[in-house]
């Protein structure tokens, strides 16, 4: 039987329809008020001005607005942190994106910690990752949360299955664990120094690609009939894990691209409108 794919995109873009609706009627109740979802962009890096115009681009295709921060690459720590504690008091922004990474002199988690809780829809504060880790209401780290949504959606069972995340980044493979844990399957951490990496990889009944190194997990290290999620993606549209081979023995994946990564723009998305009705009490 042919292996299911987990389809992110056809996933965020019916996710969208609901999310046009959700502004409309928002905008009813509030007298015309739209979410809007600042992006902050330290420098001219192409890859993260290219980001910054997808989440633009997918604010428009709702209905909600974006207002684009965009600051020098010589900005300072406490430049940015004054920038974003501007937006922290402007009412009428409900989330907060600071495009990483930031330039090597700033302190990004110092920026990062910033960001009004509140607004936090990219899931980066220390406080909401120490929120969503004890269950606590919080907005997810957006790659994380949106594999979540992912597996959500076409029903993959977590409960009492064997979880293992290679990765370890505070954005994408600390977070995955935790909500993994809090679904309740049993999840080891790994990363590009665990000692016998692949027998620990054979024993997933779910392996998580968040390492950031293309096609490091090899096709033979993982078991038959295992969930494959691959969150990389690098040049000639590879992932973290050996696609290619990888998913002739698993029973469900998420293709590259098109898998992940629709979902990761698309759950800031949607916890930025999350943020607006919370907000408005709508």
């Not at 009944?205 to 096709?219: K, L, Q, S, T």
Request: some cysteine; hydrophobic content about 40%.
């Amino acid at each position: 039987m042919p292996a299911l794919i987990l389809d992110g995109t056809a996933l965020a873009q019916s996710t969208e329809k609901e999310l046009s609706f959700r502004v409309e009627q928002l905008k009813l109740k509030t007298n015309q008020r739209s979410p809007i979802l600042a992006t902050i962009l330290v420098g001219s890096d192409p890859s993260s001005s290219t980001y910054v115009n997808m989440k633009g681009n997918a604010c428009k295709r709702i209905g909600m607005e974006s207002l684009k921060v965009i600051l020098p690459e010589q900005t300072t720590t406490d430049e940015l942190v004054l920038e974003i504690q501007k937006l922290n008091q402007n009412a009428d922004v409900h989330g907060i994106l600071l495009q990483h990474p930031v330039p090597a002199q700033i302190d990004e988690r110092a920026c990062f910690d910033a960001i009004a809780i509140e607004k936090d829809v990219d899931g980066v504060t220390s406080l909401g990752f120490g929120r969503m880790s004890l269950g606590e209401p919080a907005y997810g780290s957006a790659t994380p949360a949106g594999i979540m949504r992912l597996l959500k959606h076409y029903n993959i069972e977590l409960t009492g299955k064997h979880a293992v995340v290679v990765g370890r980044s505070p954005i994408l493979g600390k977070p995955m664990a935790m909500m993994l844990l809090n679904a309740n399957a049993t999840v080891t951490i790994c990363h590009s120094r665990t000692v016998e990496l692949p027998s620990l990889v054979k024993q997933a009944d779910i392996i998580v690609g968040a390492v950031g190194i293309p096609e490091f997990i090899r096709a033979d290290w993982i078991k038959p009939g295992a969930v494959i999620i691959d969150a990389g993606y690098h040049p000639g549209k590879v992932g973290d894990i050996d696609l290619a081979a990888a998913k002739e023995k698993a029973c469900a994946y998420t293709p590259v691209p098109g898998g992940v990564g629709p979902m990761t723009i698309n759950t800031l998305i949607y916890q930025t409108v999350a943020a607006a009705e919370k907000k408005y009490s709508i």
